[in-house]
């Protein structure tokens, strides 16, 4: 099981307070995992304001959410994920640095959000799902935080077709498998991807209102985690 860190210092946004479509709650406090966690139990996530700039605490309305039975998965796909494979935890740190490559466009993973979630691997909470070729090699992933059963997806990278896709197909199945209310597999289990893009709306990600997605979030951070 993860390891409890000491609590927050700090005195973090209440998102249902918030005006309807805003989104930056707040700037400052410490990326401290206790921190960290407090802040996504609340409904918020870290991310600089801009790049290298202070941390600001995010609470997207409407937000991004993949509902775990509505994956839409092409038939190119389902053939790329028979010609990967994937492995979970194996290597959380070369996700990390993939996803923070500098020359991705819009890049805002820096080196203090690094070494936040590799400390939140270590305890336990932060993982990771990497997509290899079957001679090993690493062409893709994502990682993200579980917290009970909320996995909030962080980012993802691709180096070869479907690669990203693929380690989030997974991810789905493994949420998907475990229990949820009364049993019933993945019920009330909540996949957060933060914002809606295009790119995700094309495999099934939905907008929800802020304050549904805190509902949904109390619902599911009881749950046992999944990982």
Known sequence: MPVEPPPCAWELP????????????????????????????????????????????????PRGVLPLVGMRVSRSLRQSARRLRTTVDTDFAAVVRACADPG??????DARIQEAYLELHRLGWAHSVETRTPEGDLVGGLYGLEVGGLFAGESMFSDARDASKVALLDLVRILSAAPGDQDRPGSRRLLDVQWRTDHLASLGVVDIPRERYVALLARALPLPPAF
């Open 104 to 109: 991705r466009p819009h890049g805002w993973i």
């Open 14 to 61: 209440d998102p249902l307070t918030a005006r309807s479509g805003e989104e930056l709650l707040g700037v400052g406090a410490d990326l401290e995992p206790g921190t960290v966690l407090a802040a996504y139990r609340r409904g918020l996530f870290p991310m600089p304001v801009d790049r290298g700039g202070p941390i600001g605490w995010w609470s997207p309305d």
